[in-house]
């Protein structure tokens, strides 16, 4: 099929040479074909679109990119770094295809599935047709649909009712092809009363310009508890577009820890509706950037039934000429009474170039709610800054600490020891990088 | 103790201070010799507090004139960091706390960076887990508080305890204790008040920031300094304390 009739240029250009992934499945054919449909029919946003006011995304449209094939494939010491020792299981996509030499998967319990999604559709398709492409929504939003019609491989996780995963299971995107445009899919089902833990990592090999459009489907059932964390650190050059959208059932719990390093333009939604009663969010987005990055990302907590707690905590530290955005909406639908949603966005900018947008957006429709939300934009505590220069520490290392310990509050919280410890060296690395530029 | 051959270790004249433009120290004369325990009393606002902060370089803390000099050296010519290296300390009377820093981790960086400029050796990270644990036995202090972020969620006598590690790991030559008593407990006085004891030695000085006589029963001062409207008005010795506890202030603003 041809994407011929696309409305802008630029969905053209990432729709030509498309072809309809070909498989016997008919539901998905349909899903794709209707996601195309979309594709062609729903326009680039631009910063006259209220989603997008901060986020121009022009510099992405500048560039031809081309469906990624054929990538040189990269050996397991480039990709050592990213790994996480504790994962009991690992699928490594290059340039979105799917490395079986890269990826563990075996001696996994039973109950516990992690596969490509591709290999798992047949054996799996009775519990993958309910999910796919049903959480993420393709018919509003231009890039799930274009990563929707490219769909044709993913990762996928399934835990088993009642079974318990204590080891992470780790995914990780390398991109390594300059121009290449990847489509990385993902659907995670905890079905009732399981639990796990899951690492989603965008890394970059090098310096390219390259486009990722991700989209992340996960599922909660009933009592079922996810761990998500979420690394996004694309190389200098490159774009990341994406989506995560979680749908939990009652009493489900969903944990996301979200820490945004790379990409040249970064954009990720994350999308969580609490479709049963009692559900539990926590929410924790970390954003450190520097340069000319722009990292936006833009929160959806959708209270659509009763007594729901969520806790969401949002920090950036913008330095150079960064710019760093972030919406948080918080919904409360009519009848969720007893919902407990909390929202806090810290900000602190480095330097007099930096720039942050942070805003809240509240829509509460029951009158028996609990909803708060604070956000602060500043530089950092003189009264902190004192007391560590009165301990001897000079002004630019305690400003290099103090930004540390902002990030590291957050990143202590990520129920990977070995991350933790990584990240933490990372963000030090950073500060007092910021500090000296 | 006061000793006629001390050295002089800390010598202030005629010390002026504004906050946000008002000027809250109206002249201040202290000399600080080896050896010596100082303390320095007066009810609130009266300008104590800014006194100990003046001379730690807070920069809230304007020095609109005077003189002070730290083993020779000009204290206003050094950056609070420079002050805290060349052994002026200030033990603050309400701790900053610092999340996402561990305690441990500060309390290094805080003693290697000191030791640096000395010109001592530094410790890794443990052989100075050993040798915080040590210090922290001097404050009856449980070593957990070593893996707590710095300050966060310590209780008010928590706080001071650390300000007091800190003072025994930095040892500093002059430590300005603020209100170090404010918001302890008769126990956790006596267990600080110990501390501070142990670690005062002939070659250092303590000066004690207070407002109740309660602390000098543990810590005995060898002048008692009674500071009213920014000024030093009245000097002695321990006895002074012990009146002015009897008295009251008004009796100083009286008699001065």
């Known amino acids: 099929m041809s994407a011929v009739g696309a409305k802008h240029p630029y969905i053209e250009s990432l729709l030509r040479g498309y072809e309809m992934p070909r498989s016997g499945i008919s539901w998905l054919n349909e ?37 990624a094939a054929g990538a040189p494939r990269p050996a397991m010491a480039d990709l050592s770094r990213f790994i996480v020792p504790e994962a009991a299981a690992r699928l490594v996509f290059v340039d979105g295809a799917f490395a079986p030499a890269l990826s563990v998967t075996a001696g996994l319990p039973q109950g516990v599935v992690v596969s490509p999604l591709a290999a798992a559709l047949d054996a799996h398709a009775w519990e993958i047709e309910p999910h796919l492409a049903r959480h993420a929504e393709y018919e509003r939003e231009v890039f799930i649909a274009l990563n929707t019609a490219h769909l044709r491989d993913g990762a996928f996780v399934r835990i088993a009712r009642n079974r318990s995963h204590p080891a992470p299971v780790q995914i990780i995107h390398v991109s390594t092809r300059k121009e290449a445009a990847a489509y990385p899919r993902c659907l995670v089902i905890a079905e009732a009363g399981a639990e796990c833990t899951l690492i989603e990592d965008y890394a970059g090999l090098g310096d390219a310009v390259y486009f990722n459009d991700a989209v992340t489907e996960i599922v909660a059932g009933e009592g079922a508890c996810v761990r998500h964390v979420r690394l996004q650190r694309e190389s200098g050059g490159a774009f990341h577009i994406a989506t995560c959208a979680a749908s939990l059932a009652r009493n489900a719990r969903y944990v996301s820890h ?24 926590e929410m924790d987005g970390l954003a450190l950037i520097s340069g000319r990055q722009l990292a936006d990302t833009h929160s959806l907590m959708d209270h659509a039934r009763p007594s729901g707690r969520c806790q969401q905590a949002h920090r950036c530290i913008v330095g150079g000429a960064a710019h760093a955005v972030f919406n948080g909406k918080i919904v409360v639908r009519p009848g969720a009474q007893l919902t407990d949603s909390a929202q806090q966005s810290r900000n602190l900018l480095l330097s007099d170039r930096a720039r942050v947008d942070t805003k809240p957006q509240l829509e509460i429709f029951a009158d028996d709610v609990k909803c708060a939300h604070g956000a602060t934009v500043g530089q950092l505590d003189p009264e902190q800054v004192f007391y560590l220069r009165s301990r001897g520490l000079s002004t630019e290392r305690a400003r290099s600490l103090l930004t540390y310990a902002f990030a590291a509050e957050l990143i202590d919280r990520i129920p990977v020891p070995s991350l933790v410890e990584r990240l933490e060296e990372t963000v030090l690395a950073q500060t007092q990088g910021n500090e000296r530029a | 103790m006061i000793r006629a051959d001390a050295k ?25 010799a080896a050896g010596e325990v100082h303390a320095i009393m007066g009810r609130n606002g009266s300008g104590k507090s800014t006194f100990a902060k003046a001379l730690a370089g807070h920069p809230a803390y304007e020095v609109s004139g005077g003189t002070a000099r730290f083993e020779g050296r000009d204290v206003f010519d050094m950056a609070p960091e420079e002050r805290a290296r060349a052994g002026l300390f200030l033990g603050f009377q309400y701790p900053v706390e610092i999340p996402g820093v561990s305690n441990s981790a500060f309390l290094r960086l805080a003693y290697n960076t000191v030791q640096a400029a000395r010109g001592r050796e530094e410790l890794d990270p443990l052989e100075f887990d050993d040798y915080a644990r040590e210090k922290m036995k001097l404050l009856d202090m ?42 302890l407990d008769i126990d956790a006085l006596r267990v600080v008040a110990h501390g501070v004891n142990r670690l005062a030695t002939p070659g250092n000085a303590v000066v004690l920031v207070t407002h109740y006589q309660r602390m000098l029963g543990y810590i005995v001062p060898d002048y008692v300094h009674v500071m009213e409207g920014g000024r030093i008005v009245k000097t002695g010795g321990k006895a002074l304390a012990e009146e002015l506890e009897a008295r009251g202030y008004d009796w100083v603003r009286a008699a001065a």
């Open chain 1, 31 to 67: 899903r794709r074909a209707q996601a195309l449909e979309r594709a062609n029919a729903l326009t680039v946003p631009t910063t006259r679109d209220e989603e997008w006011r901060f986020t121009d995304i022009t510099p992405l449209t500048r560039v031809q990119f081309q469906p």
């Open chain 1, 258 to 281: 979200t820490i945004t390093l790379g990409a040249r333009l970064s954009r990720f939604n994350l999308n969580v509706v609490q479709q049963g009663e009692g559900a539990e969010i």
């Open chain 2, 8 to 32: 002089v270790l800390l010598e202030v004249k005629g010390l002026r201070a504004r906050v946000s433009g008002v000027e809250i120290l109206k002249g201040i004369d202290l000399k600080v």
């Open chain 2, 142 to 183: 449980d070593p957990a508080f070593l893996d707590r972020s710095v300050n966060e969620g310590f209780s008010g006598g928590e706080k001071k305890r650390n300000e007091i590690l800190q003072m025994a790991l930095l040892e500093p030559r002059v430590a300005i204790l603020d209100e170090t008593d404010s918001g």
